[in-house]
C-alpha cells in the first residue's frame, strides 16, 4: 500500500520570499502524483500532477514540484510567495486503478 | 459550469440518531468518494464507488455507508452517529483512477 508524509506541519515564509513544502511517497511502482490546496472553510483544489514523463512539472498560481525517484520525493515549490497563498498544502500519492493516499498536510503562513 | 455539491454544510446532531449527507455532481463522473478531514490526520478515505451499483470500503468505513443509485449521487450515511464521527467530510468526484478529485466545499457535522 502507498502512504505519504508531509514532514512539516507548519511552515511560516515572509512575503516574496521563496517556498519548498516537502513530500514524500512509499510505493513500490511508479507512482502519480498529487499536490492539492486548502483555503479555509473550502474544499481542496488540485495544484498540479505528475503522471510520467518530465520529472519537473508546472501548476496553476506559479507553484512547481519535481519528481526524484532516487529520493521519493515530490517536493513543491513557488520563487515568490503572495499573501493569498497561505493555506494548507497535501501531497497524495495513488497507484494504477487505485484510490489516492494523502499526507497530513502543511499549513503554510505567509508574514508580511 | 459542473460542479459538486454537499448538504447540508454544517449540521449538529445527537449521539445514536441516524444522519445522511447528500452528495450531488454535474460531472457526470463515475467514480465518487467520501473523505473526512481531522486535525492532524489529514484526509482519510471513508467510502467510494467506481460506478452505478458500486461501492467499496475505504481506510475508516466502520459506522459509515453509502448507495450509488445513480451517476449524480452518492449519500453518505451515519447508521448511528457517535462523538468519535464529529468531523468535517467531503464528497469528491473523477473521471479516471487515480485522477484529478474534485472535491465539494466540505459539510462540518457536530455529534454530542
Sequence with gaps: AQSVTQPDIHITVSEGASLELRCNYSYGATPYLFWYVQSPGQGLQLLLKYFSGDTLVQGIKGFEAEFKRSQSSFNLR???????????????????????????GTMLLVSP | DAEITQSPRHKITETGRQVTLACHQTWNHNNMFWYRQDLGHGLRLIHYSYGVQDTN????????????????????????????????????????????????????????
Excluded: M
Design chain 2, 57 to 112: 470500503k475505504g481506510e475508516v468505513s466502520d459506522g459509515y455507508s453509502v448507495s450509488r443509485s445513480n451517476t449524480e449521487d452518492l449519500p453518505l450515511t451515519l447508521e448511528s452517529a457517535a462523538s468519535s464521527q464529529t468531523s468535517v467530510y467531503f464528497c469528491a468526484s473523477s473521471e479516471t483512477i487515480p485522477g484529478e478529485l474534485f472535491f465539494g466545499e466540505g459539510s462540518r457535522l457536530t455529534v454530542l
Design chain 1, 78 to 104: 513557488k520563487p515568490s510567495v503572495h499573501w493569498s497563498d497561505a493555506a494548507e498544502y497535501f501531497c497524495a500519492v495513488g497507484a494504477r486503478y487505485s484510490t489516492l493516499t494523502f499526507g497530513k
